[in-house]
């Protein structure tokens, strides 16, 4: 790795894989390709759920409000990683770090509030299925879709500058790929005890108290599929839920693992690891998992790829 010695004394430089440098050549090709899956999967979801009628649910709304985020969630990160594990700097902004680090913490704690919010549109569609309509109306969906975003990033906008204001004595050295929360705190050159008591009430916040709802929201449709004597209206209760709990697994508890945690306590590769799984791998694989496991967005594709549906959408 260079370091440019031209470089601005407020850029952060980002060692990502540089102690590894065997790794950047496959690691590119890896990233560069479940980047392009996730653009291409989540655009899908999005134009389908906009476009065909026969989704025009409030699952699908907040389906489409998910593939947004992670269309995001990939695009704030994964450019600047490519970027880096290709040219011989490893260098990002100032500005770039901050914008970086207030979206990708916007982006994710939005999403903690949106998974519980459709785990509650399923939990009304399977347990209260005559009221289902009015609880979920169109324009109480768009508030509380509304409400979600709005509150992730006034979030993101306290702990950023919490992360943001902690003086670090000239560091600049980020051992990460991204700038992070946990990795930025290690630059620090003061105490950051307050710091992180601070960041991780509000990382407790916002994951574990939308996590404990998700739970109890599930045992109540648990409960409630017991009781359908139908073997086979109890399989399509229990496969119009099972798409969003996977989805649950593989975010809520990659970044609970992050930021439930005293950053002092931070290792690095595992905090890599867990990074690239929650900011990568999760969007990657989100969309492909509501297409494989949900026969109407399959048939909504289907029709996606004919002249007809192109031709009414007109």
Wanted: aromatic share 12%; proline share 5%.
């Amino acid at each position: 790795m260079r370091i440019d010695n031209q470089s601005s004394r407020n850029d952060f430089v980002l060692l990502g894989f540089s102690d590894r440098p065997w790794l950047e050549t496959p690691l590119f090709v890896i990233f560069l390709v479940a980047y392009v899956f996730a653009l291409f999967g989540n655009m899908s979801i999005i134009l389908v759920s906009r476009l065909d009628p026969q989704l025009d649910s409030p699952m699908y709304f907040f389906v489409s409000n998910l593939s947004l985020l992670d269309l995001c969630y990939t695009t704030s990160t994964v450019p600047q990683m490519l970027v880096n594990l290709k040219g011989p700097e490893k260098t990002i902004s100032y500005g770039g770090c901050v914008a970086q680090l207030y979206i990708f913490l916007a982006l994710g704690s939005t999403e903690c509030i949106l998974l519980a919010i459709m785990a509650f549109d399923r939990y009304a569609a399977v347990c209260k299925p005559l009221h289902y309509p009015i609880i979920m109306s169109h324009r109480r969906c768009i508030h509380m879709a509304t409400g979600t975003w709005i509150s992730g990033f006034a979030n993101s906008l306290v702990q950023s500058t919490l992360t943001v204001m902690v003086p670090r004595c000239g560091h600049r050295v980020v051992d990460h790929f991204f700038c992070e929360v946990p990795a930025l705190l290690k630059l620090a050159c003061t105490d950051t005890h307050v710091n992180e008591a601070e960041l991780n009430v509000l990382g407790a916040l916002l994951l574990l108290v939308p996590l404990t709802l998700i739970l109890g929201t599930y045992v109540l449709i648990a409960l409630a599929v017991m009781r359908i004597h139908s073997a086979e209206s109890r399989w399509k209760a229990f496969n119009t839920c099972a798409s969003h709990l996977l989805v649950v697994s593989l975010f809520y508890f990659t970044a609970i693992s992050m930021y439930v945690q005293p950053p002092s306590s931070y290792s690095r590769d595992r905090g890599k690891v867990m990074a690239l799984f929650y900011g990568i791998i999760t969007p990657t694989l989100n969309p492909f998992i509501y297409t494989l496991r949900n026969k109407d967005v399959k048939a909504a594709l289907g029709r996606a790829l004919t002249k007809e549906f192109w031709v009414k959408t007109r």
